[in-house]
């Protein structure tokens, strides 16, 4: 398999995002205690705020009741698998934009951010940002998260919505 330069040049983000999400989450893990106390409150508005939560479950604490037998299976060995197989997608498959290429590397960044939280923290993964969400959807707050989960959420809605733009177009939203 030959190099390519134009595929490989994307995971800077990922290298840049796991780094970034581990240097902060040591910083918090580190300096502030856990669960439910308020770091700050970044604008003094209470609309963003910063505090250490941890999550032994995925995104909105889904399947915190989950048995700690099957919690390596499926929070740490599923999520590899598909990571790997996107990571596989990208690696043999043309489909993809420069955009898309920089979405999918955004996602690989922030899913590898959170598998190492589930493998080396036993207490969860951390969270630390806070935004208040006005009870949208029923939420006074937005569950905590963090810059893992950022990259995640954003980057899939780049590759959701260029995807969707692109077959609205009468393509299929990728290019070589």
């Given at each position: 398999?030959?190099f390519?330069?134009?595929?490989?040049?994307?995971?800077?983000?990922t290298?840049l995002?796991?780094?970034?999400?581990q240097?902060?989450?040591?910083f918090i893990v580190k300096?502030w205690?856990?669960?439910?106390?308020?770091?700050?409150?970044?604008f003094?508005?209470?609309?963003l705020?910063i505090w250490?939560?941890?999550?032994k479950?995925?995104?909105?604490?889904?399947?915190?009741?989950v048995s700690?037998?099957?919690?390596?299976i499926?929070?740490?060995?599923l999520?590899?698998?598909?990571?790997?197989?996107?990571?596989?997608?990208?690696i043999?498959?043309?489909?993809?934009s420069?955009?898309?290429?920089?979405?999918v590397?955004?996602?690989?960044?922030g899913g590898i951010?959170n598998?190492?939280?589930?493998?080396f923290r036993?207490d969860g993964?951390v969270?630390?940002i806070?935004v208040?969400f006005?009870?949208?959807?029923?939420?006074e707050?937005w569950?905590?998260?963090n810059i893992a989960?950022?990259?995640?959420v954003?980057?899939c809605?780049?590759?959701?919505l260029t995807m969707?733009i692109g077959?609205?177009?009468g393509?299929?939203?990728?290019?070589?």
């Amino acid at each position: 398999m030959k190099f390519n330069k134009i595929k490989a040049l994307p995971f800077i983000l990922t290298g840049l995002i796991v780094l970034a999400d581990q240097m902060v989450k040591s910083f918090i893990v580190k300096n502030w205690p856990r669960e439910g106390t308020l770091i700050k409150d970044v604008f003094n508005n209470d609309v963003l705020q910063i505090w250490h939560v941890r999550n032994k479950a995925i995104a909105f604490s889904l399947g915190a009741g989950v048995s700690d037998n099957l919690r390596p299976i499926l929070f740490i060995i599923l999520p590899l698998a598909v990571l790997g197989f996107l990571l596989w997608y990208y690696i043999k498959s043309n489909d993809f934009s420069v955009l898309q290429r920089w979405a999918v590397a955004g996602i690989i960044g922030g899913g590898i951010g959170n598998i190492l939280d589930r493998i080396f923290r036993p207490d969860g993964v951390v969270d630390f940002i806070s935004v208040k969400f006005y009870g949208i959807f029923g939420f006074e707050r937005w569950p905590t998260f963090n810059i893992a989960d950022s990259s995640v959420v954003v980057c899939c809605i780049i590759l959701i919505l260029t995807m969707l733009i692109g077959a609205g177009k009468g393509g299929t939203g990728t290019a070589a």
